[in-house]
C-alpha cells in the first residue's frame, strides 16, 4: 500500500498515512489531532547502479550500418 507524506499546518509536524491509491487526494489529520494539512510532493530514486558502489552502465551503441533516416541510410 502507498504511503503519503503530510505536514500539518498548525505544528509543523510532518507524517506519514498508508492508504490506497484510490484516496491518495483524502485529507488526513495529523497525530496531534490537527486537521489543517497539506499533502507533500515526493521525490522518488529510480536509477541505475551509481549509488550502489558500482558504476552506472552506459546504454548500448546503436548497431552500426543503416535503417532508415535515424541510421544515416537516408543519403
Same mark, same amino acid.
Given at each position: 500500500m502507498p504511503r503519503y507524506e503530510f505536514r500539518c499546518r498548525a505544528c509543523a509536524a510532518t507524517f506519514e498515512v498508508s492508504r490506497p491509491m484510490s484516496d491518495s487526494a483524502a485529507p488526513a489529520s495529523c497525530p496531534q489531532g490537527h486537521g489543517d494539512t497539506v499533502k507533500l510532493l515526493s521525490t522518488v530514486a529510480v536509477g541505475g547502479g551509481a549509488g550502489r558502489g558500482g558504476a552506472a552502465q552506459a546504454a548500448p $551503441?546503436? $548497431? $552500426?550500418? =543503416? &535503417? &532508415? +533516416? !535515424? /541510421? =544515416? /541510410? +537516408? !543519403?
Open positions: $551503441a546503436p $548497431a $552500426a550500418g =543503416g &535503417g &532508415g +533516416c !535515424c /541510421g =544515416g /541510410g +537516408c !543519403c
